[in-house]
Structures are given as C-alpha cells and as structure tokens.
C-alpha cells in the first residue's frame, strides 16, 4: 500500500508543473561549407532570360508566344560534319539548303525581274547597291523597265528598226539569192512577211494534155449547171387536176363533202376483205393524211416530191396532184376545214397550199430540213405554224406576216413528232435524241423531260379521242401509252409489243381522232373498222 501511494504522489507532480516551461532540444548544427561572399555584387536575376530557350527550326508548330529574339536567334547545335555548308538534313527545306520566306510588293518584284532580264541588272534588296550589268545601270542612268520615258522607248525602237535594215542591206550584198523564194535566204530576209517560214514554188506553164482536161472539165461544170436550172423550172409550183370539173352543176367545190355519205358508226370490226388500192406515186409514200371531220379525201406525200390527193367514198381516182418540191416530201398537214394544207420536203421548204385551186399560198424555210410540220389546233390560232427541223429545234412561225415567232431549242437531236394536248394548251415532242418533252405553247420552257435508259427514239405519235392518252410508236417493236394530264406517266399496263421491225416509222392515222372509222399500220394498211373492210395502200 505504501507502494501504491507514493506512485500516485509522483502522478501528481508531473500533472501540477507549468505548461510554459520550454521542451529540452538538441543544439543544431550546419553541414554547409563556409563560402566567401564579400566579393559577389548584388544583381537582379532576369526571369524571361532564364526562362528562355532555343526553338527548333524544323518545328512546325509552337505552343507558347516565343519572343523576337528567340525567333531570330541562331541555330544552336553543332554543325554537320560532311555538309559543306554545315546545315543538318532536317534544317533544310530546300535542296541548296535553307531558304526563308520574305514579304515582298508584287509589284516590286515584277518591276526589278523584268529590269533584270531587259536591262541585266536590278536592285539588292539586302541594300541600297545594284547587281548585274553595271555599264547598262550607267548607261540607263539606274532606269527600271517601268520608268523609262515614252520618248527614249520611241528612240531606241527607232535605232533598233536602223540597225535591223542595216544588217539586212548588208546580207542582201553577201547572199544575191535572197532574190530566189527557193532559196533559205530568201526565207531568212522575208522571216516577218506573212508567208514566213514557207518557200514559193514557181508555177510552171501547163502542158497541152492538161490544158485539154482543164477545159473538158469547166464544159462539164458549165452543163450541169444548166441541167440544175431545167430542173429547178420543172419543179416550179404548180398542180394538175385529173377530175371531170372542179364544181359541179350546183357550184359546190369538188373539196366538199358528198351529201350521200353515210353516217359514222363508233363500233370496230375485224377487218376481212380487200376494198380499194390507191396507186399513182411513182417511189414510196412518206404520209397520208385524211380530209378532216368528213375523211372523204386522202392526201398522200410521195417520195416523188409529189402530193396527190384521193377521192375515197366514191371513183376512189386521184383528184388533184401538187408539185412543187426538188425532194421528196417528209410530212404533210391538213388546216382544220381543209382547204389549206402544209408540206415539207428534203429540199428545206415548207409550202403553205390552196387544196381547191392547188397553188401556193406562202413558203417558209430555215436552211434546215423540216421533219414535221403542225398547225395549232385552235380555230382562232390557225395562222400559226409548227415545224420540228434537223438542228434539233422547233420553230414556230406566224403565217400572216411569214415571220418566226419562237424558237423551242431543248432537243438533243432532229425532232420527228409534234402532238398537241390538254385542249392545245401544251404539246409533246419526241426526238432522236431518244426522250419526250412537253413545253407550254408560247413559252420556249420544257415542263416535262421524259428520259429513261430502256427508251428509244419515237417516231410516230396519235392522240386518244377523249385526248387523255397518247399512243407513241417506239423502235423496240412497241406502242407505249401514255397519260397527259399534269404527270405524263408511262402506263405500263397498256403496252403492244411485236416481234418484227418495220425498219422506218409509219404513223397511224386517218379518223381515229374523230370519228374512229379509219386506223393505218405501219405496213400500209388501211383498215375500215365500220364495214369490216380491209383497204390496202400504196407503199
């Protein structure tokens, strides 16, 4: 217990000493030897100086904003031990080694380039020195090629032509055969005629065999000249007529329509039996083209250059043939009643006839060759004239005043149809150039491009009766339909496809866009769908 007691005595003494009494330390000693610093100066340590270092010059790319003198500095490193100008391979950037870029006027470098090359001399631009030619520099008194006077340019133009006849006198008394166009020193003289650098050869007198050919060759040129004008005279307008009379005993034209004919019936048949065969042309018919809303005449062009027109309901004879073309005729179109009617032939005419009296109203021509023509359909528009031509344009005439009135230039190729549609507000065009396009009437605008890869080129186009479909003869042996109203799409469900080729196109024609009576093939053949008849033309 006496233990115990004096420990906690000794507790106790430690707890009541005072806090502020300082803890026991060892004395601290410096390893540091001791250094003399009474001769160093105080100096102020530049901190972009130290912290500065050297850049790279093959570095492209620099992430902090580094002085001008650090961009200027030297290259730092040692120099290339083979080089001959010390610089490492990947310093240059040149193959002679490393060149700088330098900001320099345009036209400053201009000036003194050209001085260079005219005058050998131009400016240092390290200095205020001139290198190159210094007798130029004395003699042209430092004169850069943009600051020479107009007068002094006049003077020297002036020496130089002189010392140039100088020199040319000089060769002419050395070389007496510059006179001779044979020789090269004729050439060397005469270097700024216009037939420079090309010997004269001296014609030589004909022989009497060539004379003879000469003269046997201008008799014949002269004879088939005069065999040109014959021909033209034959092939002056004018038209024969092969009926009894042109009026008959009440004074009605032979053009009208005969009042015993019968009424139109809408139903088709099978053909079956031969009725009538026209014949007259002397070569192939290119068209036909019935008489309209009555269809009791048939106008036929002829690759005789001739049109005849055929009576049908009654002698079946021709009436009247027009001549008037020096090729054969390509197309041909009826005016809305009739008594007019267009052709266009191979020899780049189109002629505007009276189908009464057979003579020609007006002719129009481009210099091209007409495909198709076409009157507008409208009533009060048929003074206007449609022609699709060989240099791939349509042109569109006024009749009246003979002038051409538009010109609708979108084709690729000679346009061979022209189809008017929606109430003759628009009209189709097909080409050689294999596509369909549909243009507003009077605005030289396509509105719809029909082109596909599979297509080809559609030669003949018909109009439905009730005008929402058109028919299109295509040269892969098909007839394709399709729509016209705003999309002009491809029905491909209505498609007459063939097996043979009929090697050229043949539109189908007649009445099918009025009374439906009559329908032709590509054959030539004429079917009557009313009496179930088969008619054959003449092909």
């Known amino acids: 217990m006496d233990l115990i007691q004096s420990y906690e005595e000794e507790d106790e003494a430690v707890a009541s000493s005072p806090e502020s009494s300082p803890p026991r330390m060892l004395k601290a000693k410096s390893s540091a030897p001791e250094v003399d610093d009474t001769a160093l100066a105080l100096t102020v340590a530049n901190v972009n100086q130290s912290k500065s270092k050297p850049i790279d010059p093959t570095q492209h790319v620099v992430f902090y904003n580094p002085t001008h003198d650090q961009l200027w500095a030297p290259m730092f490193g040692p120099a290339h031990p083979y080089a001959k100008d010390g610089i490492a391979q990947g310093m240059r950037n040149h193959k002679l080694g490393s060149v700088e870029d330098a900001s320099i006027g345009s036209f400053g470098f201009e000036e003194q380039y050209h001085t260079f090359h005219k005058c050998g001399y131009a400016a240092d631009p390290s200095g205020m020195n001139y290198v190159g030619d210094v007798e130029a520099f004395k003699k042209n008194d430092g004169l850069s090629v943009f600051n020479i006077p107009q007068s002094e340019q006049k003077r020297r133009k002036i020496e130089r032509s002189k010392e140039e006849r100088e020199g040319e006198e000089k060769k002419e008394e050395i070389e007496p055969e510059a006179e001779n166009p044979e020789t090269e020193a004729w050439l060397r003289k005469n270097r700024k005629s216009p037939w420079s650098r090309k010997k004269e050869v001296v014609q030589g007198e004909l022989t009497e065999e060539q004379k003879k050919y000469a003269e046997d060759h201008a008799k014949k040129k002269e004879e088939k000249g005069q065999q040109g004008e014959t021909k033209g005279e034959h092939y002056a307008d004018k038209s024969t007529f092969h009926g009894k009379e042109e009026k008959d005993y009440q004074g009605r034209s032979w053009i009208e329509a005969p009042k015993d004919a019968k009424a139109n019936n809408d139903h088709c048949y099978i053909p079956k039996r031969l009725v009538h065969t026209w014949s007259g042309h002397t070569k192939g018919v290119s068209a036909i ?97 449609l022609a699709g031509m060989s240099d791939k344009k349509i042109v569109q005439w006024d009749i009246n005043t003979g002038e051409v009135t538009q010109e609708y230039d979108q084709h690729l190729g000679a346009v061979n149809t022209i189809t008017f549609v929606d109430n003759n507000r628009r009209f189709v065009t097909s080409s050689d150039d294999k596509s369909l396009r549909v243009w507003e009437f009077g605005i030289p605008v396509v509105i719809k491009y029909i082109s596909e890869p599979h297509m080809h080129s559609m030669p003949s186009i018909s109009v439905h009766p009730n005008g929402n479909w058109l028919a299109a003869q295509s040269l892969d042996n098909q007839i394709l339909i399709y729509s016209t109203r705003e999309r002009f799409q491809l029905n491909k469900k209505k498609r007459v496809s063939a097996g043979f080729g009929t090697g050229r196109a043949a539109k189908c024609l007649g009445l099918l866009n009025v009374t439906m009576e009559y329908a032709l093939e590509p054959s030539g053949i004429l079917w009557n769908r009313v009496k179930s008849q088969l008619v054959v033309g003449t092909a």
């Open 289 to 385: 083209r019935f008489f309209p809303k009555q269809g009791h005449l048939l106008l036929s062009a002829g690759m005789d250059c001739k049109v005849k027109i055929w009576d049908v309901y009654n002698s079946g004879k021709c009436m009247r043939t027009y001549m008037g073309h020096a090729k054969a005729v390509r197309d041909i179109c009826f005016s809305n009643d009739g008594s007019k009617f267009l052709t266009a032939g191979y020899d780049k005419n189109i002629k505007y006839w009276d189908t009464e009296t057979g003579q020609v109203i007006s002719t129009f021509s481009t210099g091209k060759i007409p495909y198709v023509v076409k009157l507008n359909p409208d009533d009060d528009k048929q003074n206007i004239l």
